[in-house]
């Protein structure tokens, strides 16, 4: 329980970040990280027009680099991009200056306020330097779709058992969790649409 919905200790230790946004109309906040990748990124596109639905992607920066048409589909379907670094490094195995190095690198391609460090590691002095220039967003709820010990239905489990008023809940729109995402995704949005959830962008 402690990976699909982070314990407050996790929380304190990423001052100023966000993890939850609760409001007083019932939200949540749908997210995707580690792409852009052509085989996947257009379908989840795709799904969430169906929808009628919004979402914001995390994206590597070098994903972005070999995939730039597929990020710019993003961003003209009305979604929202943040950075999740230049090639998914680890906050905690890096020098403060070379994961911030990291991280621009990411920016010159994604243009964004937004940032989510991969595996949620940070150092704290990364946290501090990183909140001047982004919104860092965390997560409420963690699918665990790229895990080869989940099943779809697993996946649609967490959501409805850990999705609550204002949850960041994340996917996965790479190669690893494919098999759990795909099938997953689609009954996880009707739920939510059905317990009356709208899907809400990072202001
Ligand atoms: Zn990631």
Request: with cysteine; aromatic share 14%.
């Amino acid at each position: 329980m402690f990976i699909e919905q982070p314990p407050w200790f996790y929380r304190v230790m990423f001052p100023g970040a966000i993890w939850r946004i609760p409001s007083p109309e019932k939200s949540i906040y749908l997210t995707f990280d580690d792409g852009p990748i052509p085989r996947i990124t257009p379908w989840v596109l795709d799904l969430l027009d169906k929808y009628d639905i919004k979402a914001t992607f995390f994206c590597v920066g070098d994903n972005v680099r070999k995939y730039p048409d597929i990020y710019k589909m993003i961003r003209e379907r009305g979604h929202h991009t943040g950075n999740h670094t230049y090639n998914h490094v680890q906050g905690i195995r890096f020098r403060t200056k070379n994961y911030l190095q990291n991280v621009n690198k990411a920016n010159d391609l994604i243009h964004s306020n937004l940032f989510r460090p991969p595996h949620g590691h940070m150092r704290f002095p990364q946290v501090c330097a990183l909140r001047k220039q982004y919104k860092i967003i965390m997560w409420d709820v963690v699918t665990r779709d790229y895990s080869p010990h989940m099943t779809p239905n697993g996946v649609l489990n967490v959501v409805k058992k850990y999705t609550r008023n204002g949850s960041v809940v994340v996917f996965h729109d790479s190669l690893k969790a494919e098999k759990n995402m795909c099938k997953a995704l689609p009954p996880a949005i009707e739920w939510l649409q059905d317990q009356g959830y709208r899907f809400s962008l990072f202001e």
